[in-house]
């Protein structure tokens, strides 16, 4: 059961005249997790642009004709290396290089590191539903803990690890 | 029997006339021998006692004299010391206001009418030429070393990492304030349009999720 405790002026702060509890702060808000996926979609987008044509092309100048096998090979990397790229991170140190730039880590409800299998299924629902991820987002604004309905979901907590 | 007989003979010859001559003359003469000895060896004594009497006092009077004319010295040479040290005060106050005039006079008198004439034949003569004289060994000789020095100096380094990392980290503060500062702002504007979280966290009216902290 949760225990509550009375809120002081000093665990506010005023913003435009409202009040946020501070509390709410150390968790990312809403603005700065799309700015790390923000950032994180634009990597991904130029690594997996280089890693699906730049082996092609320069197997067809070096050698000829590039063969069939390596444009599926580098297609299926291309295409894996989103889910590699958050599934990793998130379990290492859970901060994609995104995060890492804003300040944020993504945690296990308790504040644990993220399992391994916690952090490839948050990374394949949100890579194979991301319209849904994105309006799951919308969730934070009025979350105490500032949560995802996949943070929800998958237990998670995305903190500033940064102050 | 043949030994006895010379032993008879020369006692007989001591207790003769002149046997008892010769041996006055010998005794007489060892006797002399002896008191001159004496004489020579108390005349020997007394000259040692005088000679180391007179070393003495003259080594007295020799130490004395030395510090006398030590002390003369030390007094002449602090004098010296001090009579030099005085003038060279005053000779070089002298020639501190001497030179100090001098200059001041050059400087509202000289200086300014040496700098107008020169400064045009200057900048339209003699730099120029310097220039184009200097530059092409410039060029070609000191700025490579320069650049050389630079580039493999590990301060210069240090530094241009630093200057990046501190740009990069002031950018990325920069990034951070601004995501965490709309964070708020969008937070309160959803609240406000909803009016449903600003109860929970507005004038600490509500409780807290301690959860939460």
């Known amino acids: ?163 | 029997m043949t030994t006895a007989e010379p032993e008879v003979n020369v006692t007989e010859e001591a207790t003769s006339p002149r046997g008892r001559l010769a041996n006055v003359a010998v005794g007489t003469a060892l006797i002399a021998t002896d008191q001159i000895r004496d004489g020579v060896r108390s005349v020997r004594v007394k000259a040692v006692s005088v000679a180391t009497e007179f070393v003495g006092k003259a080594r007295g009077r020799t130490d004395q004299t030395a510090t006398k004319v030590r002390t003369a010295v030390g007094e002449a040479d602090q004098r010296g010391r001090d009579s030099i040290e005085t003038r060279r005060r005053g000779v070089t106050g002298l020639m501190d206001s001497a030179v100090g005039g001098m200059v001041g006079w050059a400087q509202v008198n000289v200086m300014p009418r040496l700098v107008d004439g020169l400064v045009p034949h200057l900048i339209s003569d003699v730099v120029p030429r310097l220039i184009d004289g200097a530059l092409p060994e410039i060029q070609a000789r000191v700025v490579p070393v320069l650049i050389d020095d630079l580039t493999s100096d590990p301060r210069v380094r240090e530094l241009i990492l630093a200057q990046s990392r501190g740009v990069l980290g002031q950018v990325t503060e920069q990034v951070r304030t601004g995501a965490t500062r709309a964070d708020d702002r969008l937070e309160v504007a959803a609240r406000r349009m909803f009016g449903r979280a600003d109860k929970e966290s507005n004038a600490g009216k509500s409780a807290h999720d301690s959860r939460g902290a």
């Open chain 1, 1 to 163: 059961m949760p225990v509550r405790a009375p809120m002081t002026p000093e665990a506010l702060k005023a913003v435009d005249g409202w009040t946020i509890p501070v509390s709410e702060s150390s968790y990312a808000g809403l603005a700065s997790r799309v700015t790390a996926l923000a950032i994180d979609a634009a990597i991904l987008t130029i690594t997996a642009l280089t890693i699906s044509i730049l082996p092609v092309v320069a197997w067809r100048e070096v050698i000829g004709t590039s063969p069939g096998w390596l444009k599926a090979l580098c297609g299926i990397l291309a295409a894996v290396l989103p889910w590699l790229y958050f599934t990793f991170s998130w379990h290492w140190s859970g901060q994609t290089a995104g995060n890492l730039l804003i300040g944020i880590a993504v945690q296990r409800d308790s504040g644990g590191r993220v399992s391994i299998v916690q952090a490839g299924l948050r990374a394949a629902i949100g890579l194979a539903f991301a319209p849904v991820w994105l309006a799951g987002l919308l969730g934070i604004l009025w979350s105490k803990r500032r949560r995802a309905w996949h943070d929800v979901v998958f237990r998670t907590t995305v903190r500033r690890v940064v102050r």
